[in-house]
C-alpha cells in the first residue's frame, strides 16, 4: 500500500506491506533509530511517538493506520542545536542510565506536561506507568519532569 | 555544568551531569539494532516450545523454498563449532555438552533449533513457522526441590528472577572473508572475553576477530555471559558471507537469556540467651536450569562468601546442591549471589532477635564486626578490607526517627493495625576481583593517551553500559592532569580499539577500572614532569592546573606545550621515549566490602493484602564517591530491583517446564507509581585496597533491599504470629495469609 506521512516536519511516501509496524517505518524507512524496541506488546513504551499531538506506542501500530499523520520523534525534539526543555532536563536530574528507554520516557513525559502543566508527583508516577526502566528506579526521572514543570511555568 | 578548563576547578566529588548523555537523550546513540550495513541479512531462530522432549525429525523443505530466504540451519548443520562455554572449573562439576543449536534432544522452553536467514526480517519470521518439528515429548523437572530427599528447617526462598534489561540482546556479524575478519557486535558487557571465548568455539584466531560492544541498554548480569546466539550469529555470517542480524525478542529475552536467583535455602543459626551469635549453618539447593552458563556454577559460591554478612562468627557451614531442570540457566544477575545471601542472614537475625524477644537493631549492634577489627577475616575465607557497620544504622535509625516509630506501632496494634518496621544491614563483595579468586583475570586494565593538541583520550577495558563511566574517568584524569572535562574522550567496548580488559560487572569497573586509570595517569605525570623540568631547564618543577612550573622562577609550560614537545621530539630527556601514552593493567590486592543500612516502613491493608512503604531509608557506605549524582542513580535503580524481588517478581514455570512469566503483562516489573520515595544517605569508610578509596555501588540497593522489605512486612504481621514469607510478596499472599491467621 501507498501510504504518506509526516516525521519530524519531513513527508516520507512508500509502498509498504499493510503489516509493517509503525516502528519499523519510523526506524527503517525513515532511519530514524531513536526510537526503541522494547517489548513488541505496547508494555513497555520504549517506542513512544507523538502521532497527531498525542503520545502513542508505536509498535502495535500498522504504519498504513498512521497514514498521512504528523509524528514526532525523539530526534524532532532539539531544533538547531537547542534541546528541548523535557531533554535539558533529563540530562541535569540525571533521568537515564543506559538510555534505552529514555527517548520513549522523554516523549510521555512531553505528553504529561502537555496535558497538565504542574502535575503532582502522583500524576508524574501514574502518567509514566506505560513506560518501563529497569536502571533508574524512577526518582530521577520524576525529578526531571518537576524540573522541566517549574522551568516552564516560569 | 562545569565544562570550562578554569585550572582551579576540580571535579571529583562533584554532581557533574553526565558526558554520555547527550546522544541519548536525542536518539543518536547507536545500539546493536541500530548498526545498519549494506546487504544486511535478517536471523531468527525456531526453538523448542517443549521444556524436555527427543527431535525425531525436523523437515526444513518449505522453510528454505520460502521468498528472501538464503538459507537454514539445523543442529546437525552446524560443523566445527565448540560448545557454549562454563568458565568455572570445579573438582566433579557435571558440565553437559551445550551445542549452539539441539540436535537430537532439547531441555527447556526456547531451546535453540534452528536459524532461518533471509534479506528482510518477517520473511525470515515467516519461514521459521514453516519448519516442521517432530517431537517426543519427555518428562519435565521444573522445580529443582523434586529431585531432593526432603529436610526440614526454615526454608527461605529467593526465587527464580527475569533480568529484563530494557534492550534485549541482539548480535550484527559481518565476515570478510579476503581479510578472513569477523566483526561482531553484541550487547555485551565483557567484549574481550566474548572475542577469546566466541572465537575459540568458532575455531577463528582471536587477532581476526573484533568484538563491539556498542551502546548497551541495560545489562545487570544477563550480557555478562557468552550467549549461543553470539556463534551462531558469527557461524551464519561466516557461511553465507554475508551481514546477519539477529535481535531477540522480548519473549525470547525471557525464555533464553539467563535468569537470577533461583535459591531454596535452609538456615540454621545457633547464638547464646544474651543473642551473641555463635555460628551459622545453610543448605543450599541451587536451581541451575538446563545448562551452566558462563559462570552459573559460581553464584551459589558467592552466596556461601557471603553468608556471615556483617557479624562477627568464626563458626560457618555450607553445602551447596546444584540441581539441573528443565528451565532456562541461571546466572549472575545485579547482585549474584550476595543478595540471597543477604535475605538469608537478615532474616534469620530477625528471627532470631523475635525468638530472643529483643529488638532487631540492638541484636545487630551486638554482633557487629567492630571497628577496630579491621581488616577482618570471616570464615568463609574473605578478608573484609574497612568497615564501620554500626554508624550507618544508626544514622538510618535516626533518619526513620526509630524509637518514635516503635511508639506508633504499639499504638497501631491497640487498633489492629499492621504496621511494620524492617531493617536490613548488608555487607557485599565488590571490586571483583583479584585474579586468583576470579575465573577470568580480576585485573583491569587502562590506556591514557595525550595527543599532540594536548587533548586527552581513556580506553578503559571496562564497558560501561549506563554507569557513567564516560564522566567519572573524565573526572579522574581531568583532576589529576588539571584540565576540563571537555578536554578528555572516555572510549569503551571494542576490543579493536581498546586493550584487553575484563568489563563491567561486580560493581568493579570504578574500584578495579578507575584504579588502572589512576595508575596510568601517574605514569603520565612523571613523564609530564620530565619533559617540563627539561623545557624549563629546571629540576625543582611542580605540574599543577595543567602546566609544568618551574619553582624558582615561576616560568611554566602548558601541557598542550609538552605534549607536542614529546611528540615533535627534537630533544628528549635522558631515558626518556617519544610520545605520551601509558597503559596499565591493575591487580587489585583484594576485593572491596561495600556495607550499609536500609530501613523499611510498611503499612498493610487488613482487607486487601496491599502493602504501602511509607518510609524507605537508605543509608549505604561505598567509600569515597566521585560524583554523587551518579551514585543516587545506582542506589535508586538497585533499590527498585530489590522491591521487584520483594514484592511482584517471580519466574514462574509450570511442572512442565512451560514459563507461565514469559512477558512483562505477567512478570511485573517495577513501575513508576508502584516506587516508593527513596531517602538516599551515605556514610564514608575509604576502602584501602585501591588508590581511590571506592568501594563500588552497581549492587548496594539491590542487595540492602529485599530483606529490609520482608523483615518490615513480617514485623508488621508477627502480632498474628507470622514468622517467615517468603517473596514476593504479593498482595494474594498476604491476603490469603491474613485471612488464615484470623
Not at chain 2, 528454505?64 to 560443523?79: E, N, R, S, W, Y
Not at chain 2, 575478519?181 to 566474548?194: A, E, K, R
Not at chain 2, 543478595?339 to 537478615?346: L, V
Amino acid at each position: 500500500m501507498d501510504i504518506t506521512l509526516t516525521i519530524n516536519g519531513k513527508s516520507y511516501s512508500q509502498d509498504v506491506e499493510p503489516r509493517l509496524l509503525l516502528i519499523h517505518f519510523v526506524r527503517d524507512v525513515a532511519g530514524l533509530t531513536g526510537t526503541h524496541m522494547g517489548c513488541e506488546t505496547s508494555l513497555c513504551g520504549a517506542c513512544t511517538v507523538e502521532l497527531n499531538g498525542k503520545a502513542i506506542k508505536s509498535c502495535t501500530m500498522f504504519a498504513v493506520q498512521a497514514k498521512g499523520a504528523d509524528i514526532v520523534t525523539v530526534e524532532g525534539l532539539a531544533s538547531d542545536g537547542k534541546l528541548d526543555p523535557m531533554q535539558e532536563a533529563f540530562w541535569n536530574e540525571h533521568g537515564l542510565q543506559c538510555g534505552f528507554c529514555t527517548p520513549g520516557m522523554i516523549m510521555a513525559s512531553k505528553q504529561i506536561l502537555d496535558r497538565n502543566p504542574a502535575p503532582t508527583e502522583d500524576e508524574i508516577r501514574h502518567g509514566l506507568e506505560g513506560n518501563v526502566c529497569r536502571c533508574t528506579g524512577y526518582q530521577h526521572i520524576v525529578n526531571a519532569v518537576k524540573a522541566a514543570a517549574a522551568g516552564a511555568g516560569k | 555544568m562545569a565544562t570550562t578548563t578554569v585550572k582551579t576547578e576540580t571535579f571529583v566529588g562533584k554532581r557533574i551531569r553526565r558526558r554520555e548523555d547527550p546522544r541519548l537523550i536525542t536518539g543518536t546513540a547507536t545500539y546493536v539494532e541500530d548498526v545498519q550495513m549494506p546487504g544486511m541479512h535478517y536471523a531468527v531462530i525456531l526453538r523448542s516450545p517443549h521444556a524436555a522432549a527427543r527431535i525425531r525429525s525436523i523437515d526444513t523443505k518449505q522453510a528454505v523454498a520460502a521468498p528472501g530466504v538464503v538459507c537454514v540451519f539445523t543442529g546437525k548443520d552446524i560443523k566445527g563449532v565448540g560448545a557454549v562455554p562454563c568458565g568455572i572449573a570445579m573438582p566433579d562439576l557435571r558440565v553437559p555438552p551445550h551445542t549452539i543449536l539441539a540436535t537430537d534432544r532439547v531441555y527447556f522452553v526456547g531451546h535453540p533449533i534452528a536459524v532461518v536467514v533471509a534479506r528482510d526480517r518477517y520473511l525470515a519470521r515467516d519461514a521459521a513457522d514453516l519448519i516442521e518439528v517432530d517431537y517426543q515429548v519427555l518428562p519435565a523437572v521444573a522445580d529443582p526441590e523434586k529431585a531432593l530427599a526432603k529436610v526440614v528447617k526454615q526454608r527461605i526462598v529467593s526465587q527464580r528472577l527475569v533480568p529484563m534489561a530494557m534492550e534485549t540482546r541482539g548480535v550484527v556479524a559481518e565476515w570478510h572473508g579476503a581479510d578472513r575478519q569477523l566483526n561482531l557486535y553484541t550487547s555485551t558487557q565483557i567484549p574481550h572475553l566474548v572475542r577469546t571465548l566466541v572465537a575459540g568455539m568458532l575455531g577463528l584466531e582471536e587477532n581476526r576477530m573484533r568484538v563491539i560492544a556498542p551502546e548497551v541498554g541495560g545489562g545487570f548480569g544477563s550480557k555478562l555471559n557468552v550467549y549461543a546466539e553470539e556463534a551462531l550469529t558469527g557461524y551464519v555470517s561466516m557461511k553465507i558471507q554475508k551481514p546477519v542480524k539477529w535481535i531477540e525478542s522480548r519473549r525470547e529475552n525471557f525464555t533464553c537469556t539467563i535468569h537470577g536467583r533461583g535459591h531454596v535455602d535452609f538456615y540454621e543459626i545457633a547464638a547464646k540467651r544474651d543473642g551473641t551469635i555463635l555460628g551459622i549453618k545453610l543448605k543450599l539447593i541451587q536451581d541451575v536450569g538446563a545448562y551452566h552458563q558462563l559462570l552459573t556454577p559460581l553464584i551459589p559460591q558467592l552466596s556461601v562468601l557471603m553468608m556471615p554478612g556483617l557479624y562477627n562468627t568464626q563458626n560457618i557451614r555450607a553445602d551447596i546442591v546444584g540441581v539441573f531442570t528443565n528451565c532456562v540457566p541461571t546466572d549472575a544477575y545485579r547482585g549474584a549471589g550476595r543478595p540471597e545471601a543477604t535475605h538469608g542472614i537478615e532474616r534469620m537475625v530477625d528471627m532470631l532477635a523475635a525468638e530472643l524477644q529483643m529488638d532487631p537493631a540492638e541484636i545487630r549492634l551486638k554482633n557487629f564486626v567492630t571497628k577496630d577489627k579491621f581488616p577482618y577475616p570471616t570464615a568463609t575465607g574473605l578478608v573484609y578490607d574497612s568497615g564501620d557497620y554500626a554508624t550507618p544504622l544508626k544514622k538510618a535509625l535516626d533518619l526513620v526517627g526509630y524509637h518514635k516509630l516503635r511508639q506508633e506501632q504499639a499504638d497501631a496494634r491497640k487498633q489492629s493495625k499492621y504496621m511494620g518496621i524492617g531493617i536490613s544491614t548488608y555487607g557485599e563483595i565488590c571490586a571483583i576481583g583479584p585474579s586468583p579468586a576470579t575465573p577470568a583475570g580480576g585485573w583491569e586494565s587502562a590506556t591514557v593517551k595525550i595527543e599532540p593538541s594536548g587533548k586527552v583520550t581513556i580506553m578503559t577495558g571496562a564497558c560501561p553500559h549506563g554507569q557513567g563511566e564516560e564522566t567519572t574517568f573524565a573526572q579522574i584524569a581531568a583532576d589529576e592532569l588539571g584540565v576540563g572535562l571537555d578536554d578528555i574522550l572516555v572510549l569503551r567496548g571494542d576490543t579493536a580499539v581498546v586493550q584487553y580488559g575484563i568489563g563491567t560487572f561486580g560493581s568493579r569497573a570504578t574500584a578495579v577500572g578507575g584504579s588502572a586509570l589512576y595508575y596510568a595517569l601517574q605514569d603520565l605525570k612523571a613523564k609530564i614532569k620530565k619533559f617540563g623540568a627539561m623545557l624549563l631547564e629546571s629540576e625543582d618543577v611542580t605540574l599543577t592546573g595543567g602546566k609544568v612550573i618551574c619553582n624558582k622562577t615561576g616560568n611554566s609550560k602548558s601541557l598542550q606545550e609538552i605534549a607536542g614537545a614529546t611528540y615533535r621530539a627534537l630533544k628528549l630527556p635522558p631515558n626518556t621515549e617519544p610520545g605520551l601514552m601509558a597503559t596499565r593493567f591493575w591487580e587489585p590486592p583484594n576485593f572491596t566490602f561495600p556495607f550499609g543500612a536500609h530501613i523499611v516502613v510498611t503499612d498493610i491493608d487488613g482487607e486487601t493484602g496491599q502493602i504501602k512503604i511509607r518510609r524507605y531509608v537508605a543509608v549505604d557506605d561505598c567509600g569515597n564517591i566521585l560524583n554523587p549524582l551518579i551514585v543516587d542513580g545506582q542506589v535508586h535503580g538497585g533499590v527498585a530491583q530489590g522491591l521487584g524481588q520483594a514484592l511482584w517478581e517471580q519466574a514462574v514455570y509450570d511442572d512442565n517446564g512451560q514459563l507461565i512469566t514469559g512477558e512483562l503483562m505477567d512478570y511485573a516489573v517495577p513501575r513508576s507509581h508502584m516506587m516508593p520515595w527513596i531517602e538516599s544517605h551515605h556514610t564514608c569508610t575509604p576502602s584501602p585496597v585501591n588508590p581511590l578509596g571506592v568501594k563500588g555501588v552497581g549492587e548496594a540497593g539491590t542487595i540492602g533491599c529485599s530483606p529490609a522489605v520482608v523483615n518490615s512486612v513480617v514485623d508488621a504481621l508477627s502480632p498474628l504470629g507470622v514468622r517467615h514469607i517468603d517473596m514476593p510478596l504479593t498482595p494474594e499472599k498476604i491476603w490469603k495469609l491474613l485471612a488464615t491467621k484470623n
